[in-house]
Structure formats: C-alpha cells, structure tokens
T-cell receptor, first 111, second 113 residues
C-alpha cells in the first residue's frame, strides 16, 4: 500500500499570510492530484501534476511535484478566507493503480 | 446539472437496520467509486466499478454490497448496520485511464445510533 503523509494536519492563519502544505511519500507516483473539500461537499480537483519537477499555478496557488515524483507541495500566497477548506493530495501509482489519498490539511483563514 | 448526485444527503438509523445509498453520474464516465470518509476526514476507497464490473473491492465487511445496474449508477447497500459504520460516504466517477481526476458527489452522512 502506498502511503501519503500530509503536513501540517491543521493550519489556522490570518488573511494575507502565505502558507505551504506538504505531501510526502516513500513511493513513486505517476501523478499527483490536489483536491479541496468544503464543508458538506465532496472534494473538487484543483490540479494534477504529472512530470517530476513540474510547477503549476492556479491564481494564488502554486503546486509543485518533486523531482523524484515522491512528494508535492501546495503554496498559497496572500491567503483569503475563501481559501478555507480541507486540502487533500492523492497519488496515482506507477502501474495506474487506484488513487491513494493523504490524510488532509484543514486550513482556516481568519479575516 | 449536477454531475454526480447521491441520495440521501443525511441518513440516521438504528443499529441492525439495512439501508441503501444511491448514486448517479451524468458525465458519461465508465468508472464509479464508493469512498468512506471517517471523522478524521481520511478518505478510503471501498469499491470501484468499471462498466458495471467490480474492479476494486477493498477490505470491507461483506455487509456492504455495491450494485451497478448500468455504468451511470452505483448504489451501496449496507446490512445490519453497526455504530462504526457512521461516516460520510462519497460516490465518485472518472474516465477510465491514467491521470483521470475523480468527480465526487456531495456525500451521504450516515449516523448509526
């Protein structure tokens, strides 16, 4: 079983601050997906990274896939209350196997 | 308009009862899933169907039985409910193939008393 560890588990910051969420594993993944989940709803895909070293930007969110495709990070610049939610990383195994989800990072951005 | 819809949204029932959760997707996807999210928000896959065929069956008690009448529907029936079954159950769908993102429903919060 491929495990994904996310850190931190909980993060509470003030509006305007920057933050980084990490997703780490000892396994290699063919791709890494990031989702955001809001209360009462299902997770929604933010981005998929596929190539080692790849960087993708989505407005104030920057996603990076590690060179060895074992880890990923999500950096948010100038966080806003609307960024509040549960952020989940999910890795797809190299044999195209099922997605493995990390434990999630609960982010709260206070106005 | 809803891409993946599941019903009911909330389900409160007593131990020992049998209940079902229904899921439908209108995205034309071939693969559907059931996930369980526990109180710590950890998402764990339970089942996956591709074109009505079971392809993933994790270590789930056999009280849980999925049924896929067609590739747009995947229902979950639970027999003899136990307290530990309380969780949020999510249905999801995706295209077949690598790097295909999951499209989730809004979940069914099951509370067993």
């Amino acid at each position: 079983t491929q495990l994904l560890e996310q850190s931190p588990q909980f993060l509470s910051i003030q509006e305007g601050e920057n933050l980084t969420v990490y997703c780490n594993s000892s396994s290699v993944f063919s791709s890494l997906q990031w989702y955001r989940q809001e209360p009462g709803e299902g997770p929604v895909l933010l981005v998929t990274v596929v190539t080692g070293g790849e960087v993708k930007k989505l407005k104030r969110l920057t996603f990076q896939f590690g060179d060895a495709r074992k880890d990923s990070s999500l950096h948010i610049t100038a966080a806003q209350p609307g960024d509040t939610g549960l952020y989940l990383c999910a890795g797809e195994g190299t044999s195209g196997s099922r997605l493995t989800f990390g434990e999630g990072t609960q982010l709260t951005v206070n106005p | 308009d809803t891409a993946v819809s599941q019903t009911p949204k909330y389900l409160v029932t007593q131990m020992g009862n049998d209940k079902s959760i229904k899921c439908e997707q209108n995205l034309g996807h071939d693969t559907m899933y059931w996930y369980k999210q526990d109180s710590k928000k950890f998402l764990k896959i339970m089942f996956s169907y591709n074109n009505k065929e079971l392809i993933i069956n994790e270590t789930v008690p056999n009280r849980f039985s999925p049924k896929s009448p067609d590739k747009a529907h995947l229902n979950l029936h639970i027999n003899s409910l136990e307290l530990g079954d309380s969780a949020v159950y999510f249905c999801a769908s995706s295209r077949t193939g690598v790097n295909s993102p999951l499209h989730f429903g809004n979940g069914t919060r099951l509370t067993v008393t």
